[in-house]
């Protein structure tokens, strides 16, 4: 099967985030030659970098469902096309996983909390509600 063919491609970077556009050129007529015209944002590079993974924007995805099966990476300047297998995880599913983050507070409270110290500090401290807040134990 074919790769599917990109409409012209222009990257801009806003920030840390690189997005991409794809752009018609138009005709001058005063100056004789093209420019372009108009443009328009149809994803982003994951990463932060110029290089990388491209997120498709759903409106793309809607004119373009050629690009569903394909994972598009940009190296250099060109586009490398991996097809997606049927077990594969797709961008579209990467997307909607769900995020857990604990710090190392968090960690060191459910250690401390379930060992014989938190069993003495809880003993100690049954009454008081100040102490619920400053350890952020739930078990109080």
Known sequence: ??????PPILINKAGSVYYVYTYKNI???ELKRS????????GTILGGQ??????????FLQEHPEFRN???????????FTPISEEGITLE???NIKKLHAGA????????????????????????????????????
């Open 70 to 80: 394909y994972q598009v990476e940009r190296k250099g300047k060109d586009y490398v």
């Open 105 to 140: 507070t968090w960690a060191l409270d459910q250690i401390v909390a379930d060992s014989p110290v938190g069993e003495f500090v809880k003993e100690c401290f049954r009454g008081i509600r100040t102490i619920k807040r400053f350890f952020l134990w739930p078990t109080f």
């Open 1 to 6: 099967m074919p790769n599917p063919k990109l």
């Open 27 to 29: 005709w001058d007529r």
């Open 93 to 95: 599913q990467a997307r």
């Open 50 to 59: 110029k290089e990388g993974k491209i997120r498709f924007d759903e409106a």
């Open 35 to 42: 420019k372009r015209g108009e443009s328009k944002k149809i």
